[in-house]
T-cell receptor
């Protein structure tokens, strides 16, 4: 799987948009970009994923650059409950089935009141 | 609530013992994944099963094993436990095993080895 680079921590004011960057410069054509978050020690929560096009769902938007070497997760109106560690993951297909997700250290997003 | 259930929530045991962690995937999901999260290693993929067959292995120790049963629930067996096995163990499931399939995680089992 391609390696991802994320800032270790970020702050954002409550009510503002939180923009979390991720670099994945070695991504290949069949690799998806996934975003998960983990609040305290709860199970990781799926947020969004994409291949080439920008994606939006009820939680967030995912913007992938045209060269696919980086992406940004956007939480449009951050709340205190969005404080969590956010993981950007690139997932590759291998052999007869897909492997598990490779989690890095993620970005600890802290929403300030 | 992801729809993935794990039991027990907490487990305390002694070194050298054996434990079994259980996971029930979301209804309709055929693929089950196990992960370990420890303070020093972070979240690591252990093993994947699809419709009862082992599909992929990650950083799983030989003392650990898993299986997926005909009703699709899965069990992770940890034996000859060591202090370093203390961790959170998560199960995830997905409908299929393709790379575009989303994995949904359970709440985890917290294992403490004394």
């Amino acid at each position: 799987d391609a390696k991802t680079t994320q800032p270790p921590s970020m702050d954002c004011a409550e009510g503002r948009a939180a923009n979390l960057p991720c670099n994945h410069s070695t991504i290949s054509g069949n690799e998806y970009v996934y975003w998960y978050r983990q609040i305290h020690s709860q199970g990781p929560q799926y947020i969004i994923h994409g291949l080439k096009n920008n994606e939006t769902n009820e939680m967030a938007s995912l913007i992938i650059t045209e060269d696919r070497k980086s992406s940004t997760l956007i939480l449009p109106h951050a709340t205190l409950r969005d404080t969590a560690v956010y993981y950007c993951i690139v997932r590759a297909y291998s052999g007869g089935g897909a492997d598990g997700l490779t989690f890095g250290k993620g970005t600890h997003l802290i929403i300030q009141p | 609530d992801s729809g993935v259930t794990q039991t027990p929530k907490h487990l305390i045991t002694a070194t050298g013992q054996r434990v079994t962690l259980r996971c029930s995937p979301r209804s309709g999901d055929l693929s089950v994944y196990w992960y370990q999260q420890s303070l020093d290693q972070g979240l690591q993929f252990l093993i994947q099963y699809y419709n009862g067959e082992e599909r992929a292995k990650g950083n799983i120790l030989e003392r650990f094993s898993a299986q997926q049963f005909p009703d699709l629930h899965s069990e992770l067996n940890l034996s000859s436990l060591e202090l370093g096995d203390s961790a959170l163990y998560f199960c995830a499931s997905s409908v299929d095993e393709g790379v575009g399939e989303t994995q949904y995680f359970g709440p985890g089992t917290r294992l403490l080895v004394l």
